[in-house]
């Protein structure tokens, strides 16, 4: 039996669980596989490159086998950055048997700015089904006795496809701020793999068999160019970052092909609480492009624009219901 301490590592199809048992506290981690799709934002983060990016098996152009992340046991330290910046909740951390993250609760890490608030008053009641139905996460649901719509926020991946859905009912506050662009005819032909792998419906196939684009789900996870045949050329360069007060340089990364890529994310910037950390610090310059004068797709005319209700499940019948 291993030695208090040590870290045991219990894989299988469904979930990755750490454990470190100590004399005082007693750490779990549990990625749950069912909703990880090996983005770019966990193996980022880790300031100790205990995660690494698992290939998808990829057949004639579909995926087959799903991307993954996986986890080095020997270097993982229970910090609980990537819990906190996974955007599709998939990691869980408890401490004693109680949630917790210790980079937030020592302050070394903010927490992100993010909500999903519904105003029933200004829904139209006929579409429920509708908007329970296009959530791709399963988090919204009907409480019978409040007669409102109700989401487990702790699962809800800020996707907004409930904002479209209702009609601008529900609010969604989106941590990340960024971009995402399609260029269809840079893919390489027959290949739909970063629809499979599109956790939202930002990019999927629709009625036609064609890949399309709707940007406003994007939720800047970048699976879709974890998995892309197309790879992101990387060159790094240093800049000057303050750390307590002390200024030092770093390393920080940019891609020189984005003009080639089939498929582009990038992250501006994030809404959090204050933290003066240099663990934040550093995690900011491996995750946010140099960006921050850019400006996010519109909520007003998002809610307006007839491609993003047609990607929908049942959009079209949707938009072509009589007044």
């Not at 992100?112 to 029933?120: A, D, M």
């Amino acid at each position: 039996m291993p030695g208090r301490g040590l870290t045991q590592k219990h894989s299988s199809p469904e979930a990755i669980v750490l454990e470190r048992a100590m004399v005082t506290r007693h750490y779990i981690m549990r990625w749950d596989l069912g909703r990880c799709v090996g983005c770019q934002i966990g193996p980022a983060v880790c300031p100790h490159d205990a995660l690494t990016h698992v290939d998808a098996v990829l057949e004639d152009g579909r995926m087959s086998v799903k991307q993954l992340v996986d986890v080095d046991a020997d270097k993982c330290v229970f910090c609980g950055e990537c819990v906190e910046m996974c955007p599709l909740n998939a990691i869980d951390m408890t401490v004693n048997g109680e949630v917790e993250n210790p980079v937030i609760k020592y302050e070394a890490f903010p927490t992100l700015t993010q909500s999903t608030v519904f105003n029933k008053d200004a829904f139209d009641w006929s579409r429920k089904d509708f908007v329970i139905d296009n959530c791709p996460t399963n988090v919204i649901s009907y409480d019978e006795k409040e007669k409102t719509l109700v989401v487990d926020d702790a699962h809800c991946i800020r996707c907004r496809q409930c904002e479209v859905a209702s009609d601008g009912a529900f609010i969604v506050q989106q941590p990340w701020k960024g971009s995402v662009k399609l260029q269809r005819e840079k893919c390489v032909e027959g290949c739909l793999a970063c629809a499979d792998i599109c956790p939202t419906r930002a990019l999927h196939i629709n009625d036609e068999g064609e890949l399309v684009l709707a940007d406003y789900y994007c939720i800047k996870c970048g699976a879709c160019m974890q998995i892309c045949p197309v790879k992101p050329e990387i060159e790094e360069y240093e800049v000057v970052a303050e750390d307590y007060g002390v200024e030092k340089v770093v390393k920080h990364q940019r891609i020189t092909n984005a003009p080639e890529l089939p498929v582009l994310v990038e992250r501006w910037r994030v809404a959090h609480s204050e933290v003066h950390s240099g663990s934040w610090t550093q995690a900011l310059l491996k995750l946010a492009d140099e960006k921050a004068e850019m400006v996010e797709i519109d909520r007003k005319r998002a809610l307006k624009r007839r491609d993003l209700i047609f990607s929908l499940k049942g959009g079209r019948n949707i938009e072509e219901k009589p007044e």
